[in-house]
């Protein structure tokens, strides 16, 4: 039967090789040199507090790590994804190609990605915000339109 800080031992030998990490690369992680760390793989010492904060950060399941129970990593939780304003984006896209066929100008796909994802960014914080869109006054005066506002 293996004792409680040997099966840390082990755990924390798997949750280092899956974060991809040498000894000295999760010593350092965890707030320790090597030899403590070392120790902690050897199942001569537990980990303090401040190593266990420092590999839940990394993502690592700090009560599997403990005792067993669940996987090395924690799940992820959910990331909400924004939803898109379809009406706003295609505005975005017209103010853009409006100003390149008034004034006969070309831009690179990427460019003109950047520049309507920027367009719409703006757009949607105004609009969260409650004030009108200076987005098509911003565009003239960047890309050297003249302003009429």
Excluded: F
């Excluded at 082990?10 to 350092?28: D, N, T």
């Excluded at 790590?65 to 379809?86: F, H, K, M, N, Y």
């Excluded at 006969?104 to 950047?114: D, I, L, N, V, W």
């Amino acid at each position: 039967m293996t004792s409680r800080k040997e099966d840390v031992a082990e755990r924390l030998r798997q949750a280092r090789k899956h974060l991809g990490l040498s000894q000295a690369e999760m010593a350092a992680r965890m707030g320790v040199v090597v030899r403590p760390y070392q120790s902690y793989e050897a199942g001569k010492r537990l980990p303090l507090a401040e190593g266990l904060a420092a590999l839940a950060e990394a993502g690592i399941d700090v009560t599997w790590l403990l005792i067993g129970d669940g996987q090395v990593c924690r799940e992820a939780p959910p990331v909400p994804t924004p939803s898109l304003d379809v009406a706003l984006l295609c505005e975005a896209v017209r103010l853009v190609e409006d100003w390149l066929t008034a004034n006969g100008r070309t831009m690179a796909a990427e460019r003109k990605a950047e520049v309507v994802s920027t367009i719409y960014d703006m757009t949607a914080d105004d609009a969260a915000a409650g004030q009108p869109s200076q987005v098509a006054r911003v565009l003239r005066l960047v890309v050297g339109g003249k302003d009429d506002g």
